[in-house]
C-alpha cells in the first residue's frame, strides 16, 4: 500500500520559518498533482499550495508570497517551505497526494493523506 508520511513541524515565533517535507511509500507507481492543507481548530480544512504533476504550482492567497511548495520526483517528496509565519498559519497541515499505486500489472489511482504535522505560531 501507499503511505504519505510528514515531519518538519513545531513550534516557531511570529516572523519565523519551517519546512514542512512529505515523502510517499509503497508500490507507488507515478505522483501526479501533490498539495499540502491545513486545519486549524474549529475551522474547515483548507487548501494551502498545490504543485502540479510537471512543476506548475498555485497557493491560497493568504500564504502568497511567504509560502513554496516544490517537489522531488525520484525521492517521491513534497515540501512545503514556511517563511513570515504568523499566529494565523497555526494548524495541523496534511500532506495530499494523486498516487498512482502499482497492484500486479495494474496501476490504481487514488488520493491518499498523511497523518498531519503540527504547526504552532505563537510568541
Known amino acids: 500500500q501507499v503511505q504519505l508520511v510528514e515531519s518538519g513541524g513545531g513550534w516557531v515565533r511570529p516572523g519565523g520559518s519551517l519546512r514542512l517535507s512529505c515523502v510517499a511509500s509503497?508500490?507507488?507507481?507515478?505522483?501526479?498533482?501533490m498539495a499540502w492543507y491545513r486545519q486549524a481548530p474549529g475551522k474547515e480544512r483548507e487548501l494551502v499550495a498545490t504543485?502540479?504533476?510537471?512543476?506548475?504550482?498555485a497557493y491560497a492567497d493568504s500564504v502568497k508570497g511567504r509560502f513554496t511548495i516544490s517537489r522531488d520526483n525520484r525521492k517521491k517528496m513534497v515540501d512545503l517551505q514556511m517563511d513570515k509565519l504568523n499566529p494565523d498559519d497555526t494548524a495541523v497541515y496534511y500532506c495530499?497526494?494523486?498516487?498512482?499505486?502499482?497492484?500486479?500489472?495494474?496501476?490504481?489511482?487514488?488520493?491518499?493523506w498523511g497523518q498531519g504535522t503540527q504547526v504552532t505560531v505563537s510568541s
Open positions: 509503497g508500490n507507488v507507481y507515478e505522483i501526479h498533482d
Open positions: 495530499n497526494a494523486d498516487v498512482g499505486a502499482r497492484t500486479g500489472y495494474a496501476v490504481n489511482w487514488s488520493h491518499y
Open positions: 504543485i502540479f504533476r510537471f512543476g506548475d504550482t
